[in-house]
């Protein structure tokens, strides 16, 4: 497969050297600050917690992203799977509400805590979809902070049925959606659409605990973080279930309210880059200071990322 094509974001930076040796630093220290992705986690004490959403629906969640499971009379759909060392749990939980085969399984992004388990699912008979970006990620990952090359994934947790236009899985009497977001996240994010349950699984384009942020070095980007959350609002009714990657079920004013807060403090850093601001001077000021309280889960390192991730874009963008 080729190399996916470029984002904004690194269209911007090849034009300008000094952004993007910016750019190129940014990303990997926001590498570094971003999840650890359960590193020395003692999976063993792990316990995957089942929540039903319908009669046919569940979520599951243990370490990482959340897992959406459909389960009816045709067999099981999955959106995500988790870290591999997880899949005998996870397993067994689906098992307790279905004995129906494992068919699908979508990859919402290709980070490690939402796709760790695919080659097991693939060994279990589950056909994996995703997004032509995250199968060459899988097979082309990026290099580590420290510069070590990154490791290929396995043959058999790759996705076999990939995509960048909108694609629909009929199963259980669902229309299952496949959506691509061009660029939010990570580059080759997907929302998965059940309109007859009225639901959405968003992987981390939305979080609800924690500050947003998008993965520079695997194509994520600002702007598309917001289309990308403007999207899901559209798509969402009053109702309507919202699965994030992490944290509660949340509806769509949720959704909103954490698109208003990335452009009130992208204003923000703006106003200091236009002061001449340095990157420490702006983390410095806290331009978040007066709303971490509102943030569930927010920490001062997740403030700091998401400061470094608004300025290195903002500057970019210049």
Known sequence: MAVPPATRFETMTRSAPSIAALATACALSLAVAAPSFAQGTDYSRVEIRTTQLAPDFWTLEGAGGTISVLAGADGILLVDSQFAPLTDKLVAAIRRVSDKPIRFLVDTHVHPDHVGGNANFAQLGATIFARDQLRWRLEHPAA????TPGKPAPELALPVVTYNASLSIHIDGEDVRLLPVVAAHTDGDTVVSFPGHDILAV???FRSVGY????LANGGSLAGILEGLSEIVDRAGPATKIIPGHGPIVNRDAVLAQRDLIVLVRGKVQKLVEQGKTLDEVIAA???ADIDARVP???PQTADRFVRWVYTEVVANR
Do not use: E, L, V
């Not at 580590?144 to 510069?147: E, I, P, R």
């Not at 947003?212 to 993965?215: E, F, G, K, M, T």
């Open 212 to 215: 947003p942020y998008a993965d």
């Open 297 to 299: 889960g927010a920490t």
């Open 144 to 147: 580590a902070a420290d510069g």
């Open 286 to 288: 806290r331009p978040t």
């Open 203 to 205: 992987g981390d384009i």
